[in-house]
T-cell receptor, first 115, second 113 residues
Framework: DTGVSQDPRHKITKRGQNVTFRCDPI?????LYWYRQTLGQGPEFLTY????????KSRLLSDRFSAERPKGSFSTLEIQRTEQGDSAMYLC?????????????FGPGTRLTVL | AQTVTQSQPEMSVQEAETVTLSCTYD???????LFWYKQPPSRQMILVIR??????QNATENRFSVNFQKAAKSFSLKISDSQLGDAAMYFC??????????FGQGTRLTINP
């Protein structure tokens, strides 16, 4: 069990560019979550997958954001036409299916800076 | 919508002393889960302790314990015998079923040697 991994750890981009982040959950974890955390704030929910199905999206997830989990394993989060307001830490978490109280295990995050 | 409020942006405590972090939440549900997560500087978030709302007994994990007051919608974290490694941001979080976590704004805990 190597934990949740995210790639890249840091991304600097210019406004208007597209970026894509990857999350590899703990193997056999059916549920995968994306959160966004701005400086000094708690994480905010973006979207959640159970296997390959995207079951919930926050209204924070504008049309410029898209997330996929094509084979129910890793997930990608793409931001198109980035804006300075997109600068944040993007966190991925996973949990096994079954008991509802199961812990969400977080990855180290991808820190995005939009210049 | 569910909300979680942490009214203490910063707290500090002397090493080996006890500190309590406050959290209140708002929900109309009766079945839910509450968590305290720790986020050390530049490190990933880890679970400290969890509480199921249907359980009356307060959860305890070694030096960490909670005071869960369901009627008051209060969920505080007590850290006993504080250690330098406890320094971190602490987030209170609420969850219904398998759904998303709703986090508070966080409390930055400093441990003074």
């Amino acid at each position: 069990d190597t934990g949740v991994s995210q790639d890249p750890r840091h991304k600097i981009t210019k406004r208007g560019q597209n970026v894509t982040f990857r999350c590899d959950p703990i193997s056999e974890h059916n549920r995968l979550y994306w959160y966004r955390q701005t400086l000094g704030q708690g994480p905010e929910f973006l979207t959640y997958f159970q296997n390959e199905a995207q079951l919930e999206k926050s209204r924070l997830l504008s049309d410029r954001f898209s997330a996929e989990r094509p084979k129910g394993s890793f997930s990608t989060l793409e931001i198109q036409r980035t804006e300075q307001g997109d600068s944040a830490m993007y966190l991925c978490a996973s949990s096994p299916a079954g008991h509802s109280y199961n812990e969400q295990f977080f990855g180290p995050g991808t820190r995005l800076t939009v210049l | 919508a569910q909300t979680v409020t942490q009214s203490q942006p910063e707290m500090s405590v002397q090493e080996a002393e006890t500190v309590t972090l406050s959290c209140t939440y708002d929900t109309s549900e009766s079945d839910y889960y509450l968590f305290w997560y720790k986020q050390p500087p530049s490190r990933q978030m880890i679970l400290v302790i969890r509480q199921e709302a249907y359980k009356q007994q307060n959860a305890t994990e070694n030096r960490f314990s909670v005071n869960f007051q369901k009627a008051a919608k209060s969920f505080s974290l007590k850290i006993s015998d504080s250690q330098l490694g406890d320094a971190a941001m602490y987030f209170c979080a609420y969850r219904e079923g398998a759904q998303k976590l709703v986090f508070g704004q966080g409390t930055r805990l400093t441990i003074n040697p």
